[in-house]
């Protein structure tokens, strides 16, 4: 059974620059969480899709957003892109109310 | 909102040794998840152990086990015989069994050394 996949692994991007990271849950999950981790804030929550549908947020500005689609795919975008987007995001996925979250490798954004 | 506080930034153990990595967290809640999430260079989260808070009895996986104190909102992780693939950033992490969300709410992390 196929993990969690989250494409591309690294990324560099310029300031300004709008960046879209793709998540492939595995079979059967729908739900997808991502997530922002730092070294200064840890790891922070972004958002939650579950069917098509955004059912959480977390507190980012509203240059991040993202979408899922009905194949339970998720994709998450970055516009007009700062230096302090610099992180590593990494996605999970679940069955709904599931006791466990499945994580991808993540993907390694750079902003320069 | 819950917050889950790891105090510890850094530990080490020599191999074979036993240690315990601590945890708090703060909720109004009275049904909720805990969870240790292990992080090694790879990236590449790995659950280690989940708490279910209405249970009593602790938790165990192999050599993993934890110390849950629901009353203190105290969750820490036993590993014994430490391996040096246990090296690695070990994530306390909080989820709500309320309104059907997966989110889940991490503490700072502790990276943990272990020593031949």
């Known amino acids: ?38 070294p200064g804030q840890g790891l922070q929550f972004l958002f939650e899709y579950f069917s098509e549908t955004q059912r959480n947020k977390g507190n980012f500005p509203g240059r991040f957003s993202g979408r899922q689609f009905s194949n339970s ?21 679940s069955l709904d109310r599931a006791t466990e979250a499945f994580f991808g490798q993540g993907t390694r954004l750079t902003v320069v | 909102a819950q917050t889950v506080t790891q105090s510890q930034p850094e530990m080490s153990v020599q191999e074979a040794e036993t240690v315990t990595l601590s945890c708090t967290y703060d909720t109004s809640e009275s049904d909720y998840y ?37 009353a203190a909102k105290s969750f820490s992780l036993k590993i014994s015989d430490s391996q040096l693939g ?13 309104g059907g969300s997966e989110k889940l709410v991490f503490g700072k992390g502790m990276k943990l050394t272990v020593n031949p």
């Open chain 1, 73 to 93: 795919r998720s994709e998450m975008n970055v516009s007009t892109l700062e230096l302090g987007d610099s992180a590593l995001y990494l996605c999970a996925s």
């Open chain 2, 86 to 98: 246990d090296a690695a950033m070990y994530f306390c992490a909080y989820r709500t069994t309320q």
């Open chain 2, 34 to 70: 805990l969870f240790w999430y292990k992080q090694p260079p790879s990236r590449q989260m790995i659950l280690v152990i989940r708490q279910e808070a209405y249970k009593q009895q602790n938790a165990t996986e192999n050599r993993f086990s934890v110390n849950f104190q629901k």
């Open chain 1, 1 to 38: 059974k196929a993990g969690v996949t989250q494409t591309p692994r690294y990324l560099i991007k310029t300031r300004g620059q709008q960046v879209t990271l793709s998540c492939s849950p595995i079979s059967g999950h729908r739900s997808v969480s991502w997530y922002q981790q730092t």
